[in-house]
Nanobody, 124 residues
């Protein structure tokens, strides 16, 4: 299993970024795909997760801190999960990681066995 994130960068507060995570070596539809983030010096925290589609086409969840600002979705044909981040705040600055586990989704870091290398998001 390989997960490769992209789309991070530096933006001003109020701006947007769209993260992508391309998965390979797995039957993508069997997996819950999650996004986590880690602030410097802190433990990872769950941001969002989705399986079998998002945006009304499947089951997704969000951390309270990002509800209404972030949207998770997945394209099963492309084995890719996305995280659209709008109205970004300085406190969203973190390394963002894509993770996978056989469904169902949880918000617990240790439940996920597959991780990407991370992509940095910096909001100033």
């Amino acid at each position: 299993v390989q997960l490769v994130e992209s789309g991070g960068g530096s933006v001003q507060a109020g701006g947007s970024l769209n993260l992508s995570c391309a998965a390979s070596g797995m039957t993508f539809t069997y997996f819950c795909m999650g996004w986590f983030r880690r602030h410097p010096g802190n433990a990872s925290e769950s941001v969002a997760g989705v399986y079998n589609g998002g945006g009304g086409g499947g089951t997704s969840y969000y951390a309270d801190s990002v509800k209404g600002r972030f949207t998770i979705s997945r394209d099963n044909a492309k084995n890719t999960v996305y995280l659209q981040m709008n109205s970004l705040r300085p406190e969203d600055t973190a390394m963002y990681y894509c993770a996978a586990r056989v469904r169902p989704c949880t918000m617990v870091t240790r439940d996920y066995g597959y991780w990407g290398q991370g992509t940095q998001v910096t909001v100033s």
